[in-house]
């Protein structure tokens, strides 16, 4: 059973807003929410992390229903630089926690 | 943030022979290292998760007789993939997390290997 949906793909222009959701239903209480950007031929890079309700940090925010069984990654004003893909990942803090990728949803910014 | 530097990032090797890729964490001390696999257009696969001074837990369907991991420092691991062939081509990169498990920048990766065999 897939701990994270995404959508495979989504579409943009520069300088619009970009929301890329994330389904983790089966989350548990002690789980955290966590974004990477992916390029092609490097490795995850951190984005965000967060809990509950709103984290906003330099390069996006991550809105998290009181639920929690989802999670919105909002990227202000794209450009072309953020075409990547974006996976969301969810576990716990403690030593036995695996980072396991999900499909992740591969953004392309249009000029 | 934290440094986990991966070398080499592109190695392209003969059938039959191996190839060995380091991991490092530069910054702080690495307790657990997870080795990753990913194919074009395909998601990373957990290879296997090692703990230092420990044997690497692999994950189902991976040879750990053929993906050596070693774990021998908490600032290194090494992955080996022993006599190589064409199919073992892929993008290899590994995570290193201090141990506290995943909270904020807490697992850091590194840019990845990509081994071509030919």
């Known amino acids: 059973l897939a701990k994270t949906t995404q959508p495979i793909s989504m579409d943009s222009y520069e300088g619009q807003e970009v929301n890329i959701t994330c389904s983790h239903n089966?989350?548990?209480?002690?789980?955290?929410i966590t974004w990477y950007q992916q390029f092609p031929s490097q490795g995850p890079r951190f984005i965000i992390q967060g809990y509950k309700t709103k984290v906003t940090n330099e390069v996006a925010s991550l809105f998290i229903p009181a639920d929690r069984k989802s999670s919105t990654l909002s990227l202000p004003r794209v450009s072309l630089s953020d075409t990547a893909v974006y996976y969301c990942?969810?576990?716990?803090?403690?030593?036995?926690?695996?980072?396991?990728f999900g499909r992740g949803t591969s953004l392309i910014v249009h000029p | 943030g934290a440094v986990v530097s991966q070398h080499p990032s592109r190695v392209i090797c003969k059938s039959g022979t191996s190839v060995k890729i380091e991991c490092r964490s530069l910054d702080f001390q690495a307790t657990t290292m997870f080795w990753y696999r990913q194919f074009p257009k395909q998601s990373l696969m957990l290879m296997a998760t090692s703990n230092e001074g420990s044997k690497a837990t692999y994950e189902q369907g991976v040879e750990k007789d053929k993906f050596l991991i070693n774990h021998a420092s908490l600032t290194l691991s090494t992955l080996t993939v022993t006599s190589a062939h064409p199919e073992d081509s892929s993008f290899y990169i590994c995570?290193?997390?201090?141990?506290?498990?995943?909270?904020?920048?807490?697992?850091?990766f590194g840019q990845g290997t990509r081994l071509t065999v030919v």
């Open positions: 995570s290193a997390s201090s141990g506290g498990g995943f909270v904020d920048t807490e697992a850091f």
């Open positions: 089966n989350i548990a209480t002690n789980d955290y």
């Open positions: 990942l969810v576990g716990g803090t403690g030593g036995s926690y695996i980072p396991t």
